[in-house]
């Protein structure tokens, strides 16, 4: 039985940031708290977790086959309002194409259901909390351009 509210997400987990990054999710995004690791997500939310079965497993592995793998700089920090610090992406292209693919393959599911009208590939470093304490950590935890990172 699948919990109510349980979403599923499509990511790029992005363990070359985890250094930079590991200490600051722990305490200022909840979403590190359950377990998910720094990452760039390519759909949220996607389909209820039930729905997930092996011909849209299958579909989801042909639709990655087709995407080469690429490399990509988190190069600085960035902020959405004052309430979420984030890493982005030196070059987003690659990340928006994903997406775009994806939802291409299922329309029925847009990117953040549709709330954003455009959609800003990054990895979350906290929300949510005082903005002192989030400008703390934009201050002691810089992106790493001498880090790449390998989407596969």
């Known amino acids: 039985m699948v919990s109510p509210g349980l979403e599923s997400a499509l990511i790029i987990e992005v363990p070359e940031a985890e250094a930079a990054v590991h200490r600051y999710r722990e305490r200022f995004d909840a979403n590190a708290l359950l377990g998910i690791p720094a990452h760039i997500t390519v759909l949220a939310p996607f389909m209820p ?5 092996v011909p849209v ?3 989801l592995g042909q639709l990655f086959a087709d995407v080469s793998p690429f490399q990509f700089r988190l190069d600085r920090t960035d902020w959405f309002s004052d309430h ?11 990340f928006r ?12 599911f847009p990117p953040f259901e549709g709330k954003h ?6 990895l979350t470093v906290g929300y949510g909390h005082p903005l002192t304490d989030l400008r703390a950590a934009e201050e002691a935890c810089p992106a790493r351009p001498d880090q790449p990172a390998t989407a596969n």
Not at 84 to 94: F, I, M, T
Not at 117 to 122: I, K, S
């Open 117 to 122: 009208a455009v959609v800003v590939p990054h």
């Open 97 to 108: 194409d994903l997406t775009e693919r994806v939802f291409q393959e299922f329309p029925a």
């Open 49 to 53: 977790p039930q729905m997930i079965d």
């Open 84 to 94: 979420v610090l984030w890493l982005s992406p030196g070059d987003s292209g690659p």
């Open 57 to 59: 497993l299958t579909q």
